[in-house]
């Protein structure tokens, strides 16, 4: 059974920087892409961030040269590095496994965390 459970949420001023990690079990690293999703106050779930198997990453344009997802396949742990916060980047974030290749904006989820609240204040 896939079992993925983020941390690394919390409250933060504009401009800020965060860290999110997503410790994932129940299936063999590989089998998967990643991805984080987040839902911003009175929006729908969007795709931000992506890892391929093969190391490859892709962001929505929001996030571009702000955030970094990364893996450690030894803590079989995803991790989400989100710099120059903005308020508009508030809301939850999801950590999801996701079908091969992998695109930030198209990703679908199969697997899913309970999510980690992400507050930026102007």
């Known amino acids: 059974q896939v079992q993925l459970a983020e941390s690394g949420g919390g409250s933060v001023q504009s401009g800020g920087s965060l860290r999110l990690s997503c410790v994932a079990s129940g299936y063999t690293v590989g089998t998967y892409c990643m991805g984080w999703f987040r839902k911003s106050p009175g929006q729908g779930r969007e795709g931000v961030a992506a890892?391929?198997?093969?190391?490859?990453?892709s962001y929505v344009d929001s996030v571009k040269g702000r955030f970094t997802i990364s893996k450690d396949i030894a803590a079989r742990t995803l991790y989400l590095q989100m710099n120059s916060l903005k308020f508009e980047d508030t809301g939850v974030y999801y950590c999801?496994?996701?079908?091969?290749?992998?695109?930030?904006?198209?990703?679908?989820?199969?697997?899913w965390g309970q999510g980690t609240q992400v507050a930026v204040s102007s």
């Open positions: 999801s496994a996701v079908l091969c290749p992998a695109n930030a904006a198209t990703m679908l989820g199969l697997y």
């Open positions: 890892l391929n198997s093969d190391g490859s990453t």
